[in-house]
């Protein structure tokens, strides 16, 4: 009959491992051996449940959590992002792809001039980490606390586009693209001088593309004083 005490592996002697392993358990531990693993659980089963019932409950979210990212816009509707690609550069996980392309007097989308014609972001290779943001130099890309929504019915699901991304229309503005406010350079919209769209900017778009929704939403601001703008 072989010996059923556990041996230590040969060149670990003299350690705590081979003290347990030479110990007789005692009497009564060999009785309660066969049910000592439901120690654990009659120990925690009056415990207060600590498990989120998620979707069903939402999580408490710190004010800083990173979701799902967004593209800002101005108040007057232009996009914030420039195309410049800084935060495809930033990103370790080379989750960002961006082509720009260049505003024009008929279709310009974001103040100066290039925007980004293509945004992507693909969600199976970001780890949400946030230096794409931080690298953003006009603030257009930030971070929601949106986690719910992160799924997509194939991997190609999970590859956000710019229209997936791109913040809604901020109430009173009007959708781009459309003129920089008149008298205005891309600096003023970057020191924060634009709180809405001008009458100018309006009569614009009731020009160029009568049916859009915005326009039923629009209200209208004066145009910053030169030397508010400039200063
Ligand atoms: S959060 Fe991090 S991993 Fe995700 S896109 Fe931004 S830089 Fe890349
Ligand atoms: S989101 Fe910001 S960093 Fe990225 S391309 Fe646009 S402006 Fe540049």
């Not at 370790?92 to 260049?102: F, G, K, L, Q, T």
């Amino acid at each position: 009959m072989t010996d059923p005490t556990p041996q230590a592996p040969r060149g670990r002697e003299g350690t705590d491992h081979d003290q347990w392993l030479r110990d007789e358990p005692s009497a009564l531990g060999r009785v309660f051996a066969p049910v000592a693993g439901y120690g654990v659980t009659l120990s925690s089963i009056f415990k207060p449940t600590v498990t989120e019932l998620y979707p069903f409950e939402k999580p408490v979210l710190m004010p800083r959590y990173h979701g799902r990212h967004q593209l800002n816009r101005y108040d007057d509707g232009l996009e914030k992002c420039v195309g410049c690609e800084l935060c495809a550069w930033a990103c370790p996980a080379d989750a960002i792809y961006v082509e720009a392309a260049s505003n024009t007097p008929e279709a310009q989308y974001s103040p100066g001039e290039r925007y980004g014609r293509v945004y992507q972001i693909n969600y199976l290779r970001c780890i949400f980490c946030g230096m794409c943001i931080e690298a953003c130099p006009t603030r257009a890309l930030t971070m929601t606390h949106e986690i719910d929504e992160l799924v997509g019915p194939n991997r190609t699901g999970l590859i956000y586009e710019k229209q997936d991304l791109l913040a809604p229309v901020p109430d009173g503005a009007l959708a781009a693209p459309h003129p920089m406010v008149e008298g205005t350079e891309d600096a003023d919209y970057y020191r924060g001088a634009i709180t809405g769209p001008t009458q100018g900017q309006v009569d614009w778009v009731r020009a160029h593309r009568p049916d859009d929704p915005t326009l039923a939403t629009a209200r209208p601001v004066p145009a910053p004083r030169k030397e508010a703008v400039h200063s």
